[in-house]
């Protein structure tokens, strides 16, 4: 079991470029969520998924795109990159949504900097 | 508006001894906190977590303390073991994982 995984660990983008990130997870979980962690603050969450092919905005989801096309995958895009998206990214996925009978389970992460 | 605050970025304690952990939170309507652990070029892991309904929940050398009207809650590590070292993370939720808010964490670094 690989849990969940992110592509690529580290990416260094121009401002206006876009690119897309990939997280996978082997769990068969029905949620997926997006986060990113700036210094001085916790996690945000940008997207989640409840199931394959649903999406739904989460705290800070303005500059984001999200695709969840297949159960095991969930897939955050950047159309147009800001310095102000200059962040670690941080998949999840967790077999419900419900915090009483579960829990997130965390990717490495995504080092992305925008110049 | 940060609902949940880490005010300690960092705390350093001796091996073996007691590490104390604090969070505040703000939002009356969170009734559900958890603390998750984070080694370098990992992500967050779950460690413990504890119900509004609860003020006390222990798993082995942790244990969280939850004091509703002060809006405070606090994660010990008895005794502390430099495996420990790591950046923890408060989190409070409504009860499902996608309103769940985190605290900025605190470095602990325990010395051997």
């Known amino acids: 079991n690989a849990g969940v995984t992110q592509t690529p660990k580290f990416r260094v983008l121009k401002t206006g470029q876009s690119m897309t990130l990939l997280c996978a997870q082997d769990?068969?979980?029905?949620?997926m969520y997006w986060y990113r962690q700036d210094p001085g603050m916790g996690l945000r969450l940008i997207h989640y998924?409840?199931?394959?092919?649903?999406?739904a905005k989460g705290e800070v989801p303005d500059g984001y795109n999200v695709s969840r096309l297949k159960k095991q995958n969930f897939l955050l895009g950047l159309e147009s990159a800001a310095p102000s998206q200059t962040s670690v990214y941080f998949c999840a996925s967790s077999s419900s949504g419900g915090l009483l009978t579960d829990t997130q389970y965390f990717g490495p992460g995504t080092r992305l900097t925008v110049l | 508006d940060q609902q949940v605050k880490q005010n300690s970025p960092s705390l350093s304690v001796q091996e073996g001894r007691i590490s104390i952990l604090n969070c505040d939170y703000t939002?009356?309507?969170?009734?559900?906190f958890l603390w998750y652990k984070k080694y370098p070029a990992e992500g967050p892991t779950f460690l413990i977590s504890i119900s509004s309904i609860k003020d006390k929940n222990e798993d082995g050398r942790f244990t969280v303390f939850l004091n509703k009207s002060a809006k405070h809650l606090s994660l010990h590590i008895v005794p502390s073991q430099p495996g420990d070292s790591a950046v923890y993370f408060c989190?409070?939720?409504?009860?499902?994982?996608?309103?769940?808010?985190f605290g900025a964490g605190t470095r602990l670094t325990v010395k051997p």
């Open positions: 998924s409840v199931g394959e092919g649903t999406t």
């Open positions: 769990m068969n979980h029905e949620y």
């Open positions: 939002n009356s309507m969170f009734d559900y």
């Open positions: 989190a409070a939720s409504g009860g499902n994982n996608n309103d769940m808010r």
